[in-house]
């Protein structure tokens, strides 16, 4: 058996054994921390923790490893609850495109965009996309990640949407964190169907749906509604057909416009409705009304120069927030999710605590890991971060851009 204690921490964060799956409202602004603490864990499992002046429940000092904690926090790791971390290539000669004057939508409308790393997904073997997406998420763990949700969404073919949930279930097998597969054959219109949608809605109903739910390949389904996309009709049917294979929705909507895809994703049971740059008064009512959990993905407003969610909007109607990364090649490159904390803070006004647990509680709710991930609890194994020496908290959202993590046990 491996014992590790940790001693001398100087913050113990979101540690305790009634800690709420779920924060709304001012809830958000809570964050229980124990000064001058210890944390035992045996096999990753939490066996105890609390003050040092209480440090107990050690019976068998033999073999523990200690790890000094002095002036360091230790926090349960990030769960990132929306990205893209299959795909063959980067696409910066948009985001010069970008800089010279043209829109992600623009782009898009030539043939770049999701388009373009579906085109190049389709010439990459599922040996090599494992690589360099194993890879990645190595160097997320290294930034605080300890979950985290991969979606398809850029093979747009039968064979290539098939070839991306593969390599996601072979990530969920061999990488050392817990990860959960989303379908997204709905991430944009191929261009043989540009001008026949229902074909492709019927290619995805029909083809990939049944193969997917028979090869167990994803846990939710997702659908990019807005204009240029799918329209909410569209979304509409392929979530209901995803249902009856028991995928949950989990959606990209209102990222450039209000289409009235919250509402309609709430209908459907939607886990989350995620992006939110955009919102109206309906929007609010509706998720007020559910236990949909709106997340909103600051790395793409910051990238693509566009609106921020309006976090504070939805946490003066008592409204839980999550954030993710939505690391991907167009919209949103980084996937560090300390970066994300400093924008949430920076760009949205969310107090430190209020995003942090919308990195980590929040988060790890809306990619169904509530029972495992975004706190401390005794006999859980969460995945647990060790800062660096800081001097508190905040420190990390304000000193953007640096690594402040010392070590993450996973
Ligand atoms: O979440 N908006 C749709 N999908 C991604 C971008 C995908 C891409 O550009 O490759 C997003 O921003
Ligand atoms: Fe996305």
């Known amino acids: 058996m491996k014992k590790l204690l940790i001693k001398n921490i100087k913050g113990l964060v979101q540690a305790g054994e009634d800690l709420p799956t779920i924060l709304r409202g001012k809830e958000m602004k809570s964050l229980a921390m124990i000064e001058n603490a210890f944390l035992a864990l045996e096999d990753g499992e939490v066996v105890s923790y609390g003050k040092m002046d209480d440090l107990s429940g050690i019976d068998d000092w033999r073999e523990l490893e200690i790890i000094d904690g002095e002036g360091r926090y230790v926090l349960p790791a990030f769960c990132d609850a929306h990205t893209h971390t299959v795909f063959a290539r980067s696409r910066e000669e948009e985001f010069v495109d970008r800089i010279n004057g043209l829109s992600y939508e623009e782009i898009a409308l030539k043939g770049g965009g999701i388009l373009n790393s579906a085109r190049r997904l ?94 167990g390949l994803a846990d939710y389904i997702d659908c990019f509604c807005e204009r240029n996309y799918f329209s909410v009709d569209e979304m509409d049917r392929i979530l209901r057909a995803g249902k009856k294979y028991g995928l949950i929705p989990k959606v990209h909507v209102n990222q450039f416009s209000v289409l009235g895809g919250v509402k309609k994703a709430i209908e459907l049971g939607a886990l989350s409705v995620d992006h939110l740059e955009e919102i109206s008064e309906e929007d609010i009512e509706a998720l007020k009304e559910s236990d949909c959990i709106p997340t909103i993905l600051p790395g793409c407003s910051h990238f693509l ?74 006999g859980r194994c969460s995945p647990i971060i060790i800062t660096k020496e800081i001097p508190s908290l905040s420190y990390i959202p304000y000193a953007f851009g640096d690594q402040h993590i010392e070590r993450i046990l996973v």
């Open 122 to 215: 389709s010439e990459l073997s599922e040996d090599d996309l494992f690589a360099a997406a194993m890879q990645r998420i190595e160097r997320f763990i290294s930034y605080g990640t300890g979950a985290i949700e991969i979606k398809s969404g850029y093979g747009l073919s039968l064979e290539s949407e098939i070839k991306m949930l593969r390599v996601i279930k072979r990530l969920k097998r061999e990488a050392p964190i817990s990860i959960k597969a989303t379908f997204l054959g709905a991430h944009a219109f191929p261009i043989e169907f540009k001008n026949d949608h229902a074909k492709y809605i019927d290619l995805i109903i029909n083809e990939m749906l049944p193969k997917i739910a028979e090869d």
């Open 305 to 378: 120069g566009i609106p921020f969610g309006n976090a504070r909007r939805l946490i003066e109607n008592d409204l839980p927030v999550a954030l993710a990364s939505d690391f991907n090649r167009g919209s949103s490159p980084s996937g560090n999710l300390q970066f994300i904390w400093s924008l949430a803070c920076v760009k949205m006004k969310m107090t430190a605590e209020e995003a942090f647990n919308a990195l980590t509680i929040n988060a790890a709710f809306a990619m169904g890991l509530s029972d495992s991930h975004g706190r401390i609890a005794l």
